[in-house]
């Protein structure tokens, strides 16, 4: 290679370089001064639960009025932001970035409550998808099985406490409470459950009565023990039985014993 092409290619580098120097200086200036126009909030599961909407967010975003609308993006602070909209009981997790043309966008998703609890002090809460307990809303009730009767917790009664935890030295069997979720998130996962069964009522742990949706029969569970086989042969008894003798025929169903059904008629 003669000198010459050798000084023209490096020339061409050192353009090449200068214009890519150069580009970044003016991209990084005006990403500096890029002031935000606008918010976007999507709540991902609106569709399911409204504990919370896009004006909450929009709300404490602008927390004493003063709102990023009209700030430089590069001055507002997301992770404080991301911290601040956590501090609220029902979001399980949001993520916030800015965009090129200038908005603010934040994804929030709600946690998912999975059982409402009464418990035998008529104290009423959620226990969501993770186990943690979620007060209730002013605004929304979320469409969840319903537990009601001799319930008592086995853990301070606050919020975000865990229900899968339990003191062994105080316990030594699983808790009712912690079997209850088992059985709710068991109920909230297979379709013909979630459907079917409304409402399970704690006359104590051996004595647990399930309500359904279709039908004027009551489920006599008894213990939560073995309580997927004690479905299944439920199941079975809706399939076969029932669809020749009526839904509205038994006021009872016991499926206390083992491999039999008891029913009481009406």
């Not at 601040?84 to 979001?91: A, D, E, G, L, N």
Request: proline share 3%; aromatic share 10%; with cysteine.
């Amino acid at each position: 290679m003669s000198w010459k092409r050798y000084t023209l290619k490096t020339l061409k580098w050192l353009t090449l370089i200068a214009y890519l120097v150069i580009g970044l200086w003016f991209v990084n200036k005006r990403n500096n001064e890029l002031v935000c126009k606008a918010i976007k909030v999507k709540v991902v599961d609106s569709s399911e639960n409204a504990f919370i909407t896009s004006k909450d967010i929009k709300r404490i975003v602008d927390q004493k009025g003063k709102s990023p609308i009209g700030k430089t993006l590069k001055s507002i602070n997301t992770l404080e932001l991301e911290n601040r909209i956590s501090t609220i009981m029902s979001v399980r997790d949001v993520q916030i970035y800015k965009t090129a043309d200038g908005v603010l966008s934040i994804k929030v998703k709600q946690r998912r409550p999975l059982v409402r609890i009464f418990n035998n002090e008529n104290q009423s809460y959620y226990i969501d998808e993770q186990g943690l307990v979620l007060p209730l809303s002013g605004k929304f009730a979320a469409h969840v099985l319903v537990v009601n009767g001799e319930i008592k917790e086995h853990f301070p009664l606050k919020a975000n406490q865990d229900v899968m935890q339990w003191d062994t030295s105080k316990y030594k069997h699983e808790p009712l409470l912690r079997k209850i979720y088992d059985f709710a998130k068991y109920i909230s996962d297979n379709d013909f459950w979630n459907a079917q069964i409304t409402q399970m009522y704690v006359e104590n742990s051996n004595n647990i009565k399930l309500i359904p949706r279709v039908g004027s029969q009551v489920i006599l569970l008894g213990s939560l023990d073995n309580y997927e086989k004690k479905l299944n042969k439920l199941k079975t008894f809706y399939e076969k039985a029932l669809p020749a003798e009526g839904w509205n025929k038994y006021k009872m169903i016991n499926l206390k014993y083992t491999n039999q059904i008891i029913c009481t008629k009406l």
